[in-house]
Structure formats: C-alpha cells, structure tokens
C-alpha cells in the first residue's frame, strides 16, 4: 500500500502517523543538502586558502617585511619603556644608575678624550670595530 491509502484507511488525512516526537526523514534530506551545501562552500574555500595566502605573500614580500619590522620596533620600544619605568619606580636604583653613568661618562672623558694619544687609540678602535663590521675598505 502506498503512504496515502495508510493514511486515508487510518483516517488521519495529512497528519503523519508516526508516533509522536518523530521526525519525518524528508525534513532532513533538504536540510542534509543545505548544510552540505555550506560545507562544500567552506572546504573549496579552505582548501584554496593557503594558495591565496601564497600569492599574497609572493606580491607583497618587501612591503609585509617591512610592515612586521616596523611593529616588532614599536612593541620593543614599548617593552623598553615599560621596563625602564618599573626599574625607575624602584626607590634609590634610578640615582644609583644616574651616579653610575656620571661616573662611566668622566673616566670615559678622562680616558680617551683629554689626551691626544689617547684619542688617537680610540680612533683606531672605532676604525677596527667599522672594519670588523662592515668589512675592510676597499
């Protein structure tokens, strides 16, 4: 017999004669077929996600470097900023490290600066140091 001689014999017309809190498995064909749908949607965009991440990348290398350098200066300056103000709060370290500077500055001032000789030595200490980093002239 088909569904809708069950369904005229039982008398019910078009209520479904399934016991109650039962779904009907037409509901889910059409809603299976939307959420797959949605999937197909999602996983043809995720799959070409890494392909478009890729290309970005390879088009805009230089200007991407230079945007992430720029940030990673900002957020050192900043760290800096806030180590120097929590070590600046610690009472009698900030004059400490003023006299130890003061101090650093005069022997250096007396060491290379007041004597020819001596600035002589410091010149070729600047030169070796230029040479060690930037490579010989040349």
Do not use: C, H
């Amino acid at each position: 017999m088909e569904e809708s001689q069950v369904k005229d014999d039982i008398g019910l017309g078009g209520v479904n004669p399934e016991p109650a809190g039962m779904l009907d498995k037409s509901d889910f064909s059409a809603t299976t077929s939307a959420v797959q749908a949605y999937i197909d949607a999602v996983t043809g965009f995720l799959a070409g996600f890494t392909d478009m991440v890729g290309d970005l990348f390879a088009q805009y290398k230089d200007s991407l470097v230079n945007l992430l350098l720029l940030i990673s200066v900002i957020i050192t300056v900043y760290i800096t900023l806030a180590v120097l103000g929590a070590i600046n709060s610690i009472p009698l370290l900030a004059p400490l490290l003023e006299l130890v500077g003061l101090g650093y500055t005069a022997w250096f001032i007396f060491r290379y600066v007041l004597k020819d000789n001596n600035r002589q030595e410091l010149y070729a200490e600047i030169d070796a140091l230029k040479a060690q980093v930037f490579g010989p002239k040349g």
